[in-house]
T-cell receptor, first 112, second 117 residues
Framework: DSGVTQTPKHLITATGQRVTLRCSPRSGDLSVYWYQQSLDQGLQFLIQYYNGEERAKGNILERFSAQQFPDLHSELNLSSLELGDSALYFC???????????FGQGTRLTVV | AQTVTQSQPEMSVQEAETVTLSCTYDTSENNYYLFWYKQPPSRQMILVIRQEAYKQQNATENRFSVNFQKAAKSFSLKISDSQLGDTAMYFCAFMRIYGGSQGNLIFGKGTKLSVKP
């Protein structure tokens, strides 16, 4: 158990819909990262938050948004879903002085 | 921009043998870390080993060791005494360090390792 909790574990939804993925980082970790893992694109960085503020952006679509709340949990919002958004979405967290990123179990999103 | 390349999509090894997974990267940065992550069928991402670019000594963690060639931008993973539980996808990853803070991970496409009994 990495200490990073992601909910839900599985999500099936229809095209055009909106979903929210939730991540609770390890206690004490200030950084939260979101990654997307798909068969064709591999593991891609989406966005990073540090102590509530956006720190870096990767290949995140405009239809996707994220935020980190004062209690440090984070949410990734995916809207106007397309079939190609089907993927495993990982959240990871790290402590301010450590380079190790701890990954959650991921949310498997299936868009039908 | 940094890139990470893993040229071996799949590899197999006999139990108890040694296997080496290759990784090359491209960067103009001086301050960075390199990692190997393991993803077993459970899909959990697990850190295997990490190497700081400033350290010349190769990192080791029990049966896992790396061969870090900074000038060649090469970072291979050697697994000794392979075990069935080592069967997994292995990802090489790069992390830039800037202003004392960690950046995000940039992953290679992965190598699927099968350990055969």
């Amino acid at each position: 158990d990495s200490g990073v909790t992601q909910t839900p574990k599985h999500l099936i939804t229809a095209t055009g819909q909106r979903v929210t993925l939730r991540c609770s980082p390890r206690s004490g970790d200030l950084s939260v990262y979101w990654y997307q893992q798909s068969l064709d694109q591999g593991l891609q960085f989406l966005i990073q938050y540090y102590n509530g503020e956006e720190r870096a952006k990767g290949n995140i679509l405009e239809r996707f948004s994220a935020q980190q709340f004062p209690d440090l949990h984070s949410e990734l919002n995916l809207s106007s879903l397309e079939l190609g958004d089907s993927a495993l979405y990982f959240c990871a967290s790290s402590a301010p002085t450590d380079t190790e990123a701890f990954f959650g179990q991921g949310t498997r999103l299936t868009v039908v | 921009a940094q890139t990470v390349t893993q040229s071996q999509p799949e590899m197999s090894v006999q139990e108890a043998e040694t296997v080496t997974l290759s990784c090359t990267y491209d960067t103009s940065e001086n301050n960075y870390y390199l990692f190997w992550y393991k993803q077993p069928p459970s899909r959990q991402m697990i850190l295997v080993i990490r190497q700081e670019a400033y350290k010349q000594q190769n990192a080791t963690e029990n049966r896992f060791s790396v061969n870090f060639q900074k000038a060649a931008k090469s970072f291979s993973l050697k697994i000794s005494d392979s075990q069935l539980g080592d069967t997994a996808m292995y990802f090489c990853a790069f992390m830039r360090i800037y202003g004392g803070s960690q950046g995000n991970l940039i992953f290679g496409k992965g190598t699927k390792l099968s350990v055969k009994p």
